[in-house]
T-cell receptor, first 114, second 114 residues
Framework: AQTVTQSQPEMSVQEAETVTLSCTYD???????LFWYKQPPSRQMILVIR??????QNATENRFSVNFQKAAKSFSLKISDSQLGDAAMYFC???????????FGPGTSLSVIP | NAGVTQTPKFQVLKTGQSMTLQCAQD?????MYWYRQDPGMGLRLIYY???????DKGEVPNGYNVSRLNKREFSLRLESAAPSQTSVYFC?????????????FGAGTRLSVL
């Protein structure tokens, strides 16, 4: 069965610095999607970034970028120039192309220190 | 443009009581999901529906039932609530083409079972 692991339950970063959140996953599939979702204290889950496994190029969205290592089954999120509004729970998620189920990791709680 | 609407936002039940959590989306998505979120465990899939008229079990379906009433609505029912069902419940919808497999979440329902 597919699993998603986030080995860092909590992380902290100084404002304006860079932080990397780790995610690894287990699958035997070759075609799938990976996501990072953010859950601020408001509890509303929103997408941060999305990666298609068949694309070798790492996805970027403004200050957010990923390091996708398909062979290693690793999908880390880098947040540059961290802002106070980045403080949240971050969830890594996996979805097969041909299947509707989405598997979430346990989450990483990110604190931003002013 | 409401997105995914969940009701109620909060609920307190006594053990053995029943209730239905409502979810509706206005984005014309085929897939809808129910998750529960517990501390340290991320989001766990309870049930999902790939299209109107179909439902499938997720990781933790015991104690729950679902109904995909039409394309817009997907309800979750607790027939006899137990303290172990105290959690935050999220509904989500998605679509491969329209939404690029991104999940759109409701604001969540905080349920306490006493």
């Amino acid at each position: 069965a597919q699993t998603v692991t986030q080995s860092q339950p909590e992380m902290s970063v100084q404002e304006a610095e860079t932080v990397t959140l780790s995610c690894t996953y287990d699958t035997s599939e070759s075609d799938y999607y990976l996501f990072w979702y953010k859950q601020p204290p408001s509890r509303q889950m929103i997408l941060v970034i999305r990666q298609e496994a068949y694309k070798q190029q790492n996805a970027t969205e403004n200050r957010f970028s990923v390091n996708f290592q398909k062979a290693a089954k690793s999908f880390s999120l880098k947040i540059s120039d961290s802002q106070l509004g980045d403080a949240a729970m971050y969830f890594c998620a996996y979805k097969e192309t041909s299947y509707d189920k989405v598997i979430f990791g346990p989450g990483t709680s990110l604190s931003v220190i002013p | 443009n409401a997105g995914v609407t969940q009701t109620p936002k909060f609920q307190v039940l006594k053990t053995g009581q029943s209730m239905t959590l409502q979810c509706a989306q206005d984005m014309n998505h085929n897939s809808m999901y129910w998750y529960r979120q517990d501390p340290g465990m991320g989001l766990r899939l309870i049930y999902y529906s790939a299209s109107e008229g179909t439902t499938d079990k997720g990781e933790v379906p015991n104690g729950y039932n679902v109904s995909r009433l039409n394309k817009r609505e997907f309800s979750l029912r607790l027939e006899s609530a137990a303290p172990s069902q105290t959690s935050v419940y999220f509904c989500a919808s998605s679509e491969p083409v329209i939404a690029k497999n991104i999940q759109y979440f409701g604001a969540g329902t905080r349920l306490s079972v006493l």
